[in-house]
T-cell receptor, first 110, second 115 residues
Framework: GNSVTQMEGPVTLSEEAFLTINCTYT??????LFWYVQYPGEGLQLLLK?????DKGSNKGFEATYRKETTSFHLEKGSVQVSDSAVYFCASGGSYIPTFGRGTSLIVHP | DSGVTQTPKHLITATGQRVTLRCSPRSGDLSVYWYQQSLDQGLQFLIQYYNGEERAKGNILERFSAQQFPDLHSELNLSSLELGDSALYFC??????????????FGPGTRLTVL
């Protein structure tokens, strides 16, 4: 079956540091890939998505590129802010049963 | 605000009891998904409905059931509750039945505490 593996957290960074959260997937075919963010006390919300190989999703300074050859969709941001502190989920679509990673907690200190 | 509403926000009950969680999808979305989020299991997909019909089942226990009504709202019924059922329960909706090319919009969740 499909699966999504993302790096375990928490990831702790200082403000303005560079962020990478790794995500790899296994799937039949070429699913759409998503990053969701969950702020404390809230539900998940879509951060960005990519629907085919080599697509780059971007939003709010975050980026992720759909890499078919490495089955990866790593999340990056050049300069994190305290307000980016949240839990980030990588997910794959392409079937009726969506597959989510376990989530990576990001803590950004001033 | 995602446009997905869930009630109640918090629910505290005892073991062996039965509860009903309610979800209203975004206007125009035909598909509803239910998830359970706990610290040890992460985000677990439970079940999906599309336009009133069950479309996919995930890790849903037999003690749990769900339905989607003609007005598209959905209810998740949890019975014979156990301590381990304490979790956040999320509802999400999307435009079409599959996750292909379409993101899901999540509600704020219902926090269930079983004592």
């Amino acid at each position: 079956g499909n699966s999504v593996t993302q790096m375990e957290g928490p990831v702790t960074l200082s403000e303005e540091a560079f962020l990478t959260i790794n995500c790899t997937y296994t799937a039949t075919g070429y699913p759409s890939l998503f990053w969701y963010v969950q702020y404390p006390g809230e539900g998940l919300q879509l951060l960005l998505k990519a629907t085919k190989a080599d697509d780059k999703g971007s939003n709010k300074g975050f980026e992720a590129t759909y890499r078919k050859e490495t089955t990866s969709f790593h999340l990056e941001k050049g300069s994190v802010q305290v307000s980016d502190s949240a839990v980030y989920f990588c997910a794959s679509g392409g079937s009726y049963i969506p597959t989510f990673g376990r989530g990576t907690s990001l803590i950004v200190h001033p | 605000d995602s446009g997905v509403t869930q009630t109640p926000k918090h629910l505290i009950t005892a073991t062996g009891q039965r509860v009903t969680l309610r979800c209203s999808p975004r206007s125009g979305d035909l598909s509803v998904y239910w998830y359970q989020q706990s610290l040890d299991q992460g985000l677990q997909f439970l079940i999906q409905y599309y336009n009133g019909e069950e479309r996919a089942k995930g890790n849903i226990l037999e003690r749990f059931s769900a339905q989607q009504f003609p007005d598209l709202h959905s209810e998740l019924n949890l019975s014979s509750l156990e301590l381990g059922d304490s979790a956040l329960y999320f509802c999400a909706s999307s435009v079409v039945s599959g996750a292909v090319y379409n993101e899901q919009f999540f509600g704020p969740g219902t926090r269930l505490t079983v004592l």
